[in-house]
Nanobody, 127 residues
Framework: QLQLVESGGGLVQPGGSLRLSCAASGFTFDYYVIGWFRQAPGKEREGVSCISSSGGALAYADSVKGRFTISRDNAKNTVYLQMNSLKPEDTAVYYC????????????????????WGEGTQVTVSS
């Protein structure tokens, strides 16, 4: 019964901030790469950011570099995505996912690589 549960989404004005959380249970969390993905209406799911099992290596999509920060607290089985300077184009359902593989930043942004997914949390940036 491996589970991932996202929280922290909501409505925010352009330029505002949100922090998303991904709480994991039912597996050895510190052995997994964790990724954040998003899907907007009419768009394909895209990788946003990912973090190695130890938290020592990070990767970001070009569209969010300098604005978003991924982190993890393995003692709490939780990964965070701090989102600053939000734009209307950031509006999407955000998902976290877990991947039991070695770190590879060229692969961790691909949805098909992940075994476990949360249900998602809605982020809406108004204009």
């Amino acid at each position: 019964q491996l589970q991932l549960v996202e929280s922290g989404g909501g409505l925010v004005q352009p330029g505002g901030s949100l922090r998303l959380s991904c709480a994991a249970s039912g597996f050895t969390f510190d052995y997994y790469v964790i990724g954040w993905f998003r899907q907007a209406p009419g768009k394909e799911r895209e990788g946003v950011s990912c973090i190695s099992s130890s938290g020592g290596a990070l990767a970001y999509a070009d569209s969010v570099k300098g604005r978003f920060t991924i982190s993890r607290d393995n003692a709490k089985n939780t990964v965070y995505l701090q989102m600053n300077s939000l734009k209307p184009e950031d509006t999407a359902v955000y998902y976290c996912a877990a991947d039991h593989v070695a770190w590879d930043p060229s692969l961790c942004v691909l949805s098909v690589e992940y075994d476990y997914w949360g249900e998602g949390t809605q982020v809406t940036v108004s204009s």
